[in-house]
């Protein structure tokens, strides 16, 4: 037997039941089956329009004209009610709210102006407008605006009338900046042709008669629309004034917390002016119970931050010149400390944040760091170094095997072969494994325009420590070059599977450039042949017709007395001056 509920569901349906014995029941369960009506929803205004019409001008009276204008637009009765010309009392008692409002020009109904005056939106394109031109009774854009939406410069129209040969005397007239600061008279292309249809085939006196009464529009309009400026004006005024004083009591009470809080020294060394920038202390809202239980955890974390900087600052970056200063008698002075069995050392900003030294440098402000509290870090120098040039191979061998030509397979130790090639992305210089790992490219901090920086909190730390000691931590700025490597190595008929760096030194197979000394006189190492081939590649890169760029680069040079560590290579002039010194 069929359930009550699937027959209510059936009947929703509205299937075509034949005439068979048994269908007069199925008829009597439906209808004694009533459809249940959805309850309004509590709280909205579709009850609205059902009351009586005294009462709801009671009600229009309270609301301003941008309400009244958003109610006009909920329903076609309402619209219908609000936009009747015998109800214009009701936008007049609206607009009475507005203190200072100018009354309503005669050239708009009350809608229009209130559409002028409150409506976001722009005339043209309903994006957000704020450009309102009074004088043309239309709001833009900024994008409108600058395409000069329906507006053309005055100058640019021919004379209408030689009776009054000046435009903006007939014409209300607006003063744009473009681009480039350039003032420049608009006037409306709309109204131009209307007043030049109005005047056309007319005689002189009724010409005359209709421009002195077009002048005395203008003057009403420009009146009223300076007028509109002002009060527009003043109540931006207003408001930016009540914002500031919210802003200002909001600083007041977020400063007191912050100094009971005892966040005193940040205040004071980074100045409660730089602090108040943060979006959660400027803001122009009031501190609520709510805003405070979101706001203290923001605080607190920036707050931090900001502690971190002034250690960094204050205290982190004397210590870490002490550290420089005895990694530079490390170098210097090999047989007074540890040695270590990896052929290039790490640079001091990399060793700066071994655990050991860091704990050293961000010991407590009480503690007094020398040169000889380092000395217990020097001592497990070995490990720590193995560990920093297995985490460099690791990144180097990935940057290599990204540029193997598709199934190409080497075979051996893949930082003895001699197609292990890079190539610095920031000098264009060739470099084999040790040499990359020591190249001074690696130790540049990114920079770019002072006017695009956002730093994050990170970045301001490892800002601070990179102008502490001169570099930031070793990263690899390379690309493969492998497929040149093999090349060249292909070219000395040798196996670039299987040809290490050290097999190709000693098969010193000659090498000479066609392009540059079609003779053959000037041979070159395989090293060389190398690097000339890749310059050949990148010469699009310079200048046009210029051959300096084939040989004319900084060449760096290193002390063979001294340890090798990344970005020990000197120039001429200085490796001159060490030579001197050692």
Not at 84 to 94: G, L, Y
Not at 139 to 149: A, S
Not at 506 to 515: E, G, L, M, R, V
Request: net charge positive; with cysteine; proline share 6%.
């Amino acid at each position: 037997m069929t359930s009550p509920k699937r027959l209510h569901l059936h009947l929703m349906k509205r299937p075509k039941y034949e005439v068979t014995q048994g269908s007069e029941s199925l008829l009597v369960e439906a209808q004694d089956t009533k459809p249940v009506r959805s309850r309004a929803r509590k709280g909205g205004l579709s009850l609205l329009p059902t009351i009586s019409l005294d009462v709801l001008f009671e009600i229009f009276g309270f609301l301003k004209p941008i309400d009244l204008l958003s109610l006009a637009r909920t329903s076609k009765a309402f619209r219908n009610l609000l936009m009747r010309k015998s109800n214009a009392f009701i936008w007049r008692a609206s607009r009475s709210l507005i203190p200072n409002l100018p009354e309503c020009p005669a050239d708009l109904s009350e809608p229009q102006y209130a559409c002028l005056a409150f409506d976001p939106h722009c005339h043209n394109c309903r994006g957000v407008g704020f450009n309102i031109i009074w004088q043309f009774r239309v709001k833009y854009c900024g994008p409108c605006l600058r395409i000069h939406t329906n507006m053309e410069p005055a100058y640019s129209k021919p004379v209408i009338t030689r009776l009054c040969p000046n435009l903006t005397e007939l014409l209300p007239t607006y003063i744009f900046r473009d681009l480039r600061l350039r003032f420049t008279e608009m006037i409306q292309t709309s109204q131009y042709e209307a007043l030049s249809l109005r005047l056309n085939g007319l005689n002189s006196a009724e010409q005359t008669l209709i421009i002195e009464e077009t002048k005395k529009a203008v003057r009403a309009i420009r009146e009223h629309a300076d007028a509109c400026k002002a009060w527009l004006s003043g109540v931006n005024r207003a408001r930016s004034d009540e914002l500031h004083q919210i802003r200002e009591a909001r600083k007041r009470v977020i400063k007191e917390w912050l100094e009971t809080e005892g966040w005193k020294p940040e205040i004071d060394y980074h100045t409660w002016w730089k602090i108040s920038k943060h979006r959660a202390i400027k803001d122009s809202r009031p501190l609520t119970a709510r805003i405070w239980s979101r706001v203290r955890p923001i605080l607190r974390e920036y707050m931090s931050e900001m502690r971190t900087i002034r250690m960094e600052e204050t205290l982190y970056n004397s210590r870490r010149r002490i550290l420089l200063q005895a990694w530079i008698d490390f170098l210097g002075e090999p047989a007074s400390f540890p040695n270590t069995d990896v052929d290039v050392l790490p640079h001091v900003a990399d060793v700066a944040r071994f655990k050991p030294f860091d704990d050293i440098i961000k010991s407590p402000a009480h503690v007094v760091v020398e040169r000889d509290t380092f000395l217990p870090a020097f001592v497990a120098l070995p490990n720590l170094v193995r560990n920093w040039r297995r985490q460099v191979d690791q990144q180097l061998a990935a940057i290599i095997t990204n540029g193997y030509p598709k199934d190409y397979v080497p075979a051996g130790d893949i930082r003895q072969l001699a197609t292990s090639v890079f190539v610095c992305n920031a000098c264009e210089q060739l470099f084999f494994w040790t040499d990359a790992v020591a190249h001074n490219c690696s130790l540049d901090f990114p920079r770019g325009p002072s006017k695009e920086r956002n730093d994050s909190f990170k970045e301001q730390v490892a800002r601070i420590a990179y102008y502490s000691l001169g570099s930031s931590p070793w990263s690899p700025k390379f690309r493969s070059s492998t497929v040149l490597a093999i090349h060249v190595i292909r070219s000395c008929c040798q196996d670039p599977r299987t040809a290490t760096l050290a097999h190709m030194d000693n098969t010193s197979t000659p090498f000479y450039c066609f392009a540059c000394h079609p003779d053959g006189k000037t041979v070159m190492h395989w090293r060389m042949g190398l690097e000339h081939n890749h310059l050949h590649n990148n010469r699009d890169q310079a200048s046009e017709g210029s051959n300096s760029y084939l040989g004319d680069r900084l060449r760096t040079y290193r002390c063979l007395l001294c340890r090798r560590s990344v970005g020990a290579g000197k120039l001429l002039r200085s490796m001159t001056c060490h030579i001197e010194e050692q």
